[in-house]
C-alpha cells in the first residue's frame, strides 16, 4: 500500500481549463511538499504546506493542506501548455522522503 | 534545484560492466537522497547519506548496489555487474540539516544493453 495516493493518475484537457489534482493519505504529517517534473528533468520543488488548512498561492496554482494534515490539492486556473508535466507529492517519512506516484498532466493548445 | 549537479547525465552500460553515477549536492547541504525512477512513474526512495554516513539503506538492493557520500566529493552511487532491469533514471537530491525540503539534480539516464 502506497504511503501517499496521487488521483487521478493521468489527466489530458485543454488549455484554459481547470483541474485539481489530490494527494490523500491515512497519515498525518508536519509538513508535504509539491514537485513539479517535466520530462528529462529532475522534480522541482513547488511549495511546502506545514499547517493544517493552510493555502498558498503560486501564480495559477492554488495548494492546500487538508484541515487534519493528511491530504492536500493542488489546482490550476486556466491552464497552459507550459503547465504539463508529471506533478508529485511528497512527505517525510522517518528518515525518507517519501513520494506518491504522480499524476502526469498534459494540457493540450 | 540548478545547484545540485549529477553525471554524467546519460551512461549506456554492456551487461556485467559497472555503473559509477555521482553527485554533487548544493553549498552547505550535507544531507543526499538517491532515487530511482521509471518512465512516467514516481520516484522510488533508495537510500539516504550524510558525509561520510549511511542513515538509511532501505530502499536498496541488498546486492550488487552500494552509496557512499565521502567527507570531501560528491556521492557515488555504485551499481555492479548491471542487468537490463537496472535501466532507470537515477535522480540524486539533496538538504540542510534539519530541512524536509530537497533540491533535485537532473538525473542519470542508465541505459544497458
Known amino acids: 500500500t502506497q504511503l501517499l495516493e496521487q488521483s487521478p493518475q493521468f489527466l489530458s484537457i485543454q488549455e484554459g481549463e481547470n483541474l485539481t489534482v489530490y494527494c490523500n493519505s491515512s497519515?498525518?504529517?508536519?509538513?508535504l511538499q509539491w514537485y513539479r517534473q517535466e520530462p528529462g528533468e529532475g522534480p522541482v520543488l513547488l511549495v511546502t504546506v506545514v499547517t493544517g488548512g493552510e493555502v498558498k498561492k503560486l501564480k495559477r496554482l492554488t495548494f492546500q493542506f487538508g484541515d487534519a494534515r493528511k491530504d492536500s490539492s493542488l489546482h490550476i486556473t486556466a491552464a497552459q501548455p507550459g503547465d504539463t508535466g508529471l506533478y508529485l507529492c511528497?512527505?517525510?517519512?522517518?528518515?525518507?522522503?517519501?513520494f506518491g506516484a504522480g499524476t502526469i498532466l498534459r494540457v493540450k493548445s | 534545484n540548478a545547484g545540485v549537479m549529477q553525471n554524467p547525465r546519460h551512461l549506456v552500460r554492456r551487461r556485467g560492466q559497472e555503473a559509477r553515477l555521482r553527485c554533487s549536492p548544493m553549498k552547505g547541504h550535507s544531507h543526499v537522497y538517491w532515487y530511482r525512477q521509471l518512465p512516467e512513474e514516481g520516484l522510488k526512495f533508495m537510500v539516504y547519506?550524510?558525509?561520510?554516513?549511511?542513515?538509511?539503506e532501505s530502499g536498496m538492493p541488498k546486492e550488487r548496489f552500494s552509496a557512499e557520500f565521502p567527507k570531501e566529493g560528491p556521492s557515488i552511487l555504485r551499481i555492479q555487474q548491471v542487468v537490463r532491469g537496472d535501466s532507470a533514471a537515477y535522480f540524486c537530491?539533496?538538504?540542510?540539516?534539519?530541512?524536509?525540503?530537497?533540491?533535485f539534480g537532473q538525473g542519470t539516464r542508465l541505459t544497458v544493453v
Open positions: 537530491a539533496s538538504s540542510g540539516g534539519g530541512s524536509t525540503e530537497a533540491f
Open positions: 547519506l550524510q558525509k561520510e554516513n549511511i542513515i538509511d
Open positions: 497519515s498525518v504529517f508536519s509538513s
Open positions: 511528497a512527505v517525510r517519512y522517518g528518515n525518507k522522503l517519501v
